[in-house]
C-alpha cells in the first residue's frame, strides 16, 4: 500500500489510512528533515545538524542509522544510502507539503477564479496544525516560521480570489481574526476594508483604515501606503469600481499602480478666502466646453499671508478630479540656504509614480522627460508650493493637458502668466472681519467680549493668518491679561524696533509679531527656536533637535511643547517637527544675532555628530536600517549637501560613507548620486585625495549597477589615477578589477582580461591572496564564456583552493558552484548546493541583501541542472525581488534570463516568454550585449510566431558572433 505523509501538523505518516507509529520525537525529526527534502539525498552532516542543531552527541552518526532502520520497519517507505547520505524514496506529492506547494502554484496559474478558488481551499485544507508540531530543534524552528509565512501569503491570495468572486460576506468574519493577528499587513487590512465596504458597512471600512494607519504611525514610524490610501479614498468616495463582485477585471486594490496622494493635511481653523476659492473652482470648467480647462494657476502674495493653506484647502477641496492623484512638493524657493533642487524635486515626483530608484535617469532634462511621460493620460494636480522663479517651476510642468499645476510664490512670477498661460490669483490680506473670526475661533469668546480689542490686534498683525495664529496662541496662555492689555504690549514692542522701516511692509510687520511672541519664551525656549533656525532640512527628528541644543531628549521634548504651544513650531508625526519658512529665516536671524559664530557652529557639528553616529549604527544594522535611515534619508543628504557648501568636510565625508553601505544596497538613485558626490566636493575641498579616491570607486560601482557603464568607467578611471599618485597599489588592484567588470559587461572581453591580469599582478606582489583568487574567478569565468572550460578550471580550483586556506567560507560556496557547472562537473552537485544552503543561512542571518541575492542565484543554477526545477524557480523569484530592491540592474538583467530558462523547462512557455521579454529590455538599456542575445534566444524558443521565432534566433547568433562567444548550445558553465 502506498504510504502518506504529512509534515503540515504533526509529522505522520499512514499506510492504507491507518496512522503508523513513529517512535520518539528525535525520529520523528529525521523524518521530517527527509520528508521536506522527499526524493533528494540529505548528507548525514545536514542530518545531523537539521535533528541535532549544535547539541548532536558525540555518537550522532550510530544514533542516526538506529532512528532511520526504525523508520523503515515503522513506515514500510524505502531509506537509500547514497554517496554520503540519505534519501527518502517517495513521490514528493505524497507529502502534504510538496502537495501544498503545488496545488498554491497550479491555483495562480488556473483559467478562471473558481479554478483557483477550488485549488487553494484544497492546498489551505492540507493544513491540520502548526508545522512539525511537537518537535523543536534550531533547523525545524526556523523552517517552521518559513511555512507558516508561505500559509499566510497562501490564505490572502485565497482571498483575493474569493473578493473578485463576490464572497466577501464569508470571508468577513475570518478576516476579522486575521487583521487581529497581524495589525500592521496592508495587505491584509486591504481585503477587509474592500469585504466590509462590499457588506455596505462603509463606516466600519473607514475605521478599519484608522486602526492600522494609527498602528503603522505608533509602531513604525509610517504612514499607509499608497495602494491602501487609495483604497480608501475609493471607498470614502462610494467609488462604483468597488461595486463589482463578479467581474474578473476587478484586482486587487494591494497590486494596483501607484496612486500619489502627498496633498499634506489641513490647517486648522481655516477662515474666508471664499471668493479666492471660487475663483479656482472656475478654472476646473472648460470656458466654452471645446478646450482643455486650464492647466497652470499661480497663487501670488506675501509671505505669511496663507498662500499654502488656501493651495492645500482648495487642493482637498477637488481632489476627486483628479483620480490618479496629487504629486506635492515644497520647492522652498526663499531659503537662501537649501532650496530643493528642480532635480530633487523630479525624483521626488517620479518615484512617487512607482519609477524603481535604479531607474530614475541621472540628468535633470532626463529626469523632466521621464516625469512628463509618465503623467500622459493621467488626470492629476500638482502643487508646486513656495516657488520663486519661473527657472525653478519650468521642468516640473507635465507635458499633458489632462494635469492641472497649482503654484504658490511670493513673486507675481510674470513669465508663468506670459509664456504658459497661468491663470494668476492675487491673494491679499485677509479682510478685517475674517482676521476677527479667525482668532474667534482660535481664542474663543473673549473676542466677543473686547470686540474692538480683537480688530486692534487683527490690525497689529497686520492681517496675516501666519502672525494672526501666534498672536491668539500667545493670548490664550495669558487668559487673565485683556486683549487690550496685550494689544498695548505688542504696540509698545512695535515701537520699539526698527523693523517697520520698510514703508509698511506686511513682512516687516509679522516680524513684529514673530519679536513679540519670542521675548515672552523662556531663555532655554528662545535659544532651542534660535537653534532650530539653523537646522538646513525641512523637519528634524526630537533626537536630532536635542543633539543640536546640546540637551536630553526630555529636556528637549518639553521646550519644544512650548515651542509649539506658541505656535512657533509644527509638531508633525513620529516625534518630527518643522517650522514656516518665515519663522525659520527669522529663527537663523536671531541666532545670528545672538548666539556667537563658535556657539552656532557647534551646535551644527553636534547636529553632524548625531547623524552620523545614527547613519553608523543604523547601517550595521538589519533592523535599524529600513526604520531610522528611511525616515532621516532626506535630512541626510541634504546634511551632506550643506556641509559641502559651508566647510564641515570631515563630516561630509565621514557621513558620506557611512551612508554608502545602505545606498549601494538599496537606496534610490538620485539621494545616492546626490550623497556620493558630496563626499568628492568635500574630500577635494580638503585636499584628501584618498577620501576622494573612495568615493570616486563608491561612484562607480554605483554607476555600474545601475547599468549605467559609460559613467562608471569615467568614474572609476578617475579613481584609478588617484590610486596610482597615492601608491596605493591594493585598491588600485581593486578598480581594475571593477573595471574589468564594466568591460565584461559590455562584452569587451579582451579588454577585461587585461584588467584581471593587471589586477591579478598587484595582487600577487602584495601577497594579497583574497584578491587573487577573486581575479582568478573572474579570468575564469571569461574562459568559461569563451568555450575553454579546461583553463577555466584550472583558475577556478586555484581560486578555491586560496578560499579553503583563508577559510573563506562564502567564496568556497561560489567558486563550487562554478566548479559544478563545468562540462565534466569537477565538483558534485550536491556538494555545492550544500555549500551554497549554509552560505544562504549565512547571509540571511547577517541580513546582507546583495549577497542574498547572488546565493540564490547560484543555488538556483544548480537545483535547474538538478532537476529541481520548482526550488530553482522560487530562488529566482525571490533574488529578482532583492536584485530591484538593491537596483543592481546587471544581476536582475541575468536573472530573469536564467528564471525565463527554468521556467520554459518547467513548461510554463508563456510566463518564459514574459521573462525573456522584461530581460531584452532591461539587458538593451544597460548595453549588456551578451544577456541581450541570451534573451532573444530565449525568445526564439518560446514565440509561437514561427517567423518571428526566426528573426530573434538570427539576432542572437549575430551578437554572440560578434562577441566572439560560442552559440548558447555550445555554452559551458551556464
Request: net charge negative; charged share 25%; proline share 5%.
Amino acid at each position: 500500500m502506498a504510504a502518506e505523509f504529512g509534515v503540515l501538523g504533526v509529522v505522520e505518516a499512514r499506510v492504507g489510512g491507518e496512522i503508523v507509529d513513529l517512535g520518539h520525537a528525535r525520529q520523528r525529526s529525521v523524518l521530517g528533515v527527509l520528508l521536506v527534502e522527499a526524493g533528494r539525498p540529505v548528507t548525514v552532516d545536514q542530518l545531523v545538524d537539521r535533528v541535532w542543531g549544535g547539541n548532536a552527541p558525540q555518537r550522532a552518526a550510530g544514533a542516526l542509522y538506529s532512528y532511520l532502520s526504525r523508520l523503515r520497519r515503522a513506515a514500510g517507505v524505502e531509506i537509500r544510502k547514497e554517496s554520503g547520505g540519505y534519501q527518502l524514496a517517495v513521490d514528493p506529492q505524497a507529502v502534504d507539503l510538496h502537495r501544498f506547494r503545488r496545488l498554491m502554484t497550479a491555483s495562480r496559474a488556473a483559467d478562471s477564479d473558481q479554478e483557483a478558488a477550488r485549488l487553494v481551499a484544497e492546498a489551505l485544507g492540507l493544513w491540520r496544525a502548526e508545522p512539525f508540531a511537537g518537535l523543536d530543534t534550531p533547523w525545524l524552528n526556523a523552517l517552521r516560521r518559513t511555512l507558516l509565512d508561505e500559509r499566510f501569503a497562501a490564505e490572502l491570495d485565497g482571498n483575493d480570489v474569493l473578493l473578485r468572486l463576490g464572497r466577501h460576506g464569508e470571508l468577513l468574519p475570518g478576516l476579522s481574526a486575521a487583521v487581529a493577528e497581524h495589525p500592521l499587513d496592508e495587505r491584509l487590512a486591504a481585503q477587509a476594508m474592500l469585504a466590509l465596504y462590499r457588506c455596505g458597512r462603509q463606516a466600519d471600512a473607514d475605521e478599519q483604515y484608522r486602526r492600522i494607519r494609527r498602528a503603522l504611525s505608533e509602531e513604525l514610524g509610517s504612514d499607509p501606503g499608497v495602494a491602501l490610501r487609495r483604497l480608501h479614498e475609493q471607498i470614502l468616495a462610494a467609488d462604483p469600481a468597488l461595486d463589482l463582485p463578479g467581474n474578473d477585471s476587478v484586482v486587487s486594490p494591494a497590486a494596483t499602480a501607484p496612486v500619489p496622494a502627498q496633498l499634506p493635511a489641513e490647517v486648522r481653523a481655516f477662515t474666508g478666502r471664499a471668493g479666492e476659492l471660487a475663483t479656482l473652482d472656475g478654472l476646473l470648467v472648460s470656458p466654452g466646453g471645446d478646450e482643455p480647462p486650464l492647466t497652470v494657476a499661480l497663487l501670488s502674495g506675501t509671505a505669511g499671508v496663507g498662500k499654502s493653506a488656501l493651495a492645500v484647502r482648495w487642493a482637498h477641496r477637488v481632489r476627486d478630479a483628479f483620480p490618479d492623484g496629487q504629486l506635492y512638493v515644497n520647492l522652498r524657493g526663499y531659503d537662501a540656504e537649501q532650496p530643493v533642487t528642480v532635480a530633487d524635486a523630479l525624483a521626488g515626483f517620479l518615484t512617487a509614480l512607482g519609477v524603481r530608484g535604479p531607474e530614475i535617469p541621472p540628468g535633470t532634462e532626463e529626469r523632466a522627460g521621464r516625469y512628463r511621460s509618465e503623467l500622459t493620460g493621467r488626470r492629476m494636480l500638482v502643487l508646486l508650493d513656495n516657488a520663486s522663479s519661473v527657472e525653478q517651476i519650468r521642468p516640473l510642468l507635465p507635458g499633458t493637458g489632462s494635469c492641472l499645476v497649482l503654484i504658490t510664490s511670493r513673486d507675481s512670477l510674470p513669465g508663468m502668466v506670459a509664456v504658459h498661460g497661468a491663470e494668476r490669483v492675487n491673494l491679499d490680506l485677509l479682510p478685517l472681519r475674517d482676521a476677527v473670526v479667525l482668532l474667534r475661533k482660535l481664542i474663543g469668546v473673549r473676542v466677543d467680549r473686547e470686540p474692538a480689542a480683537a480688530e486692534a490686534l487683527a490690525g497689529a498683525c497686520a492681517r496675516l493668518p501666519l502672525a494672526l495664529r501666534i498672536a491668539a496662541e500667545l493670548a490664550a496662555g495669558r487668559g487673565d491679561v485683556p486683549l487690550a492689555d496685550l494689544v498695548d504690549e505688542l504696540g509698545d514692542h512695535q515701537g520699539r524696533l526698527d523693523l517697520l522701516d520698510a514703508g509698511g511692509d506686511p513682512r516687516a510687520e509679522v516680524r513684529a509679531v514673530f519679536s513679540w511672541s519670542y521675548r515672552n519664551l523662556p531663555a532655554a525656549a528662545a535659544r532651542m527656536f534660535r537653534l532650530l533656525g539653523l537646522h538646513p532640512g525641512e523637519t528634524a527628528h526630537l533626537d536630532a533637535v536635542a543633539a543640536l541644543a546640546g540637551v536630553g531628549p526630555v529636556e528637549a521634548r518639553r521646550l519644544l511643547g512650548v515651542l509649539v504651544r506658541a505656535s512657533l513650531v509644527q509638531a508633525g508625526r513620529g516625534g518630527r517637527y518643522g517650522m514656516h519658512d518665515l519663522l525659520r529665516a527669522y529663527a537663523a536671524e536671531l541666532a545670528a544675532g545672538h548666539d556667537t559664530e563658535p556657539d552656532r557652529r557647534a551646535a551644527l557639528t553636534r547636529l553632524f555628530d548625531h547623524y552620523l553616529a545614527g547613519a553608523s549604527a543604523a547601517a550595521t544594522s538589519a533592523d535599524g536600517a529600513p526604520a531610522w535611515l528611511e525616515a532621516e534619508r532626506p535630512n541626510l543628504a541634504v546634511m551632506c549637501a550643506y556641509g559641502t557648501a559651508h566647510g564641515w568636510y570631515e563630516q561630509t565625508v565621514a557621513l558620506a560613507e557611512t551612508l554608502f553601505r545602505y545606498l549601494d544596497a538599496g537606496g534610490p538613485a538620485a539621494e545616492a548620486a546626490t550623497v556620493t558626490a558630496s563626499a568628492v566636493t568635500a574630500a577635494r575641498a580638503v585636499g584628501d585625495r584618498a577620501a576622494q579616491a573612495r568615493a570616486l570607486a563608491h561612484l562607480g560601482r554605483l554607476h555600474r549597477r545601475q547599468g549605467r557603464p559609460d559613467a562608471a568607467v569615467t568614474t572609476y578611471r578617475q579613481a584609478l589615477a588617484l590610486y596610482e599618485e597615492l601608491g596605493d597599489r591594493a585598491a588600485e588592484a581593486q578598480v581594475l578589477r571593477n573595471l574589468g567588470s564594466v568591460d565584461w559587461l559590455l562584452g569587451d572581453y579582451r579588454r577585461a582580461v587585461g584588467r584581471y591580469h593587471q589586477a591579478w599582478e598587484l595582487h600577487r606582489q602584495l601577497g594579497d591572496e583574497p584578491g587573487q583568487a577573486d581575479a582568478l574567478v573572474r579570468l575564469g569565468l571569461i574562459d568559461a564564456r569563451l568555450g575553454e572550460p579546461e583553463r577555466a578550471a584550472q583558475r577556478f580550483g586555484c581560486a578555491l583552493n586560496l578560499y579553503v586556506t583563508l577559510g573563506d567560507e562564502f567564496s568556497e560556496a561560489y567558486v563550487l558552484s562554478l566548479l559544478a557547472r563545468l562540462p565534466r562537473r569537477p565538483v558534485p552537485l550536491d556538494r555545492a548546493a550544500a555549500h551554497l544552503e549554509r552560505s544562504l543561512g549565512t547571509v540571511r542571518r547577517t541580513g546582507d541583501r546583495t549577497a542574498e541575492a547572488y546565493v540564490l542565484t547560484d543555488l538556483a543554477a544548480i537545483h535547474a541542472r538538478q532537476d529541481r526545477l520548482t526550488e530553482a524557480a522560487e530562488h529566482l523569484r525571490r533574488a529578482l525581488l532583492l536584485h530591484r530592491r538593491i537596483g543592481d540592474r546587471a544581476s536582475e538583467a541575468e536573472a530573469l534570463n536564467d528564471f525565463g530558462q527554468v521556467l520554459r523547462r518547467a513548461g510554463e512557455t508563456s510566463e518564459a516568454r514574459a521573462q525573456h521579454e522584461q530581460a531584452l529590455r532591461l539587458a538593451g538599456e544597460i548595453g549588456d550585449r551578451y544577456e541581450t542575445a541570451r534573451a532573444h534566444d530565449g525568445l526564439a524558443a518560446t514565440d509561437p510566431d514561427p517567423g518571428a521565432a526566426e528573426s530573434h534566433l538570427a539576432r542572437a547568433r549575430g551578437i554572440l558572433a560578434d562577441l566572439r562567444v560560442p552559440p548558447l548550445d555550445q555554452q559551458v558553465g551556464r
